[in-house]
């Protein structure tokens, strides 16, 4: 089955850290460059970052810059998102996703997986 | 940093036409995707590169893009079109990817 499936959500308080990832099925993972982006709650889609399939070039929106981490392990099918420092504003539903062969579009989301950022 | 805009809402009867724009300094240039995303769920791309449909997703949906506006639209209107749509594109000059702020269709 053609999948991705987040997890590692949950709550944490600020300033702490969580681990998310993303397991794929069902397709050449190494084949695709990944992403993560995320939805706080009653808002729309931000674009967190991006990871090409070999590895070899990484991107990221100012917003997690230096807090989050973005990783890959192509054995595995699996894309991680590693959060520290987290803020009470990095609360939302974190989807992985998956860019379409040749394009920089997004043709595989993830269910997503929610992370709450409160003391 | 690059920015789409789009309208927070476009209402539409069954079986009319619905387009969204989605502006963007020459957005023309760029190559603009669609998502359709309905409380609860994922989104889903409709659209991508302007005008091409991922398989699965009905004729009725069908895109366009030229000077600084992009326009998604919906033909014969559903009542199971009714969702969030957003647009978005990939800045090369920043190495951004970039969502619009989405628009809310509404099915009279």
């Known amino acids: 089955q053609v999948q991705l499936v987040e997890s590692g959500g949950g709550w944490v308080k600020p300033g702490g850290s969580l681990r998310l990832s993303c397991a794929a099925s069902?397709?050449?993972?190494?084949?695709?460059?990944m992403s993560w982006i995320r939805q706080a709650p009653g808002k729309g889609l931000e674009w967190l970052s991006h990871?090409?399939?070999?590895?070899?070039?990484?991107y990221y929106a100012d917003s997690v810059k230096g807090r989050f981490a973005i990783s890959r392990d192509n054995a595995e099918n699996s894309v991680f998102l590693q959060m520290n420092s987290l803020r009470v504003e990095d609360t939302a539903v974190y989807y992985c996703?998956?860019?379409?062969?040749?394009?920089?579009?997004?043709?595989?989301w993830g269910h997503g997986t929610m992370v709450t950022v409160s003391s | 940093s690059y920015v789409l805009t789009q309208p927070p809402s476009v209402s539409v009867a069954p079986g009319q036409t619905a387009r969204i724009s989605c502006g963007g300094d020459?957005?023309?240039?760029?190559?603009v995707h669609w998502y359709q995303q309905k409380p609860g769920q994922a989104p889903v791309l409709v659209v991508y590169?302007?005008?091409d449909r991922p398989s699965g997703i009905p004729e009725r949906f069908s895109g366009s893009n030229s000077a600084n506006t992009a326009t998604l639209t919906i033909s014969g209107v559903e009542a199971g079109d009714e969702a969030e749509y957003y647009c978005?594109?990939?800045?090369?000059?920043?190495?951004?990817?970039?969502f619009g702020p989405g628009t809310k269709v509404t099915v009279l």
């Open positions: 590169d302007d005008r």
């Open positions: 020459d957005i023309g240039f760029k190559s």
């Open positions: 978005q594109v990939w800045d090369t000059l920043s190495a951004l990817f970039v």
């Open positions: 069902g397709f050449t993972f190494s084949d695709h460059y």
């Open positions: 996703a998956r860019a379409k062969l040749g394009y920089d579009a997004f043709d595989m």
């Open positions: 990871i090409k399939a070999s590895d070899s070039s990484i």
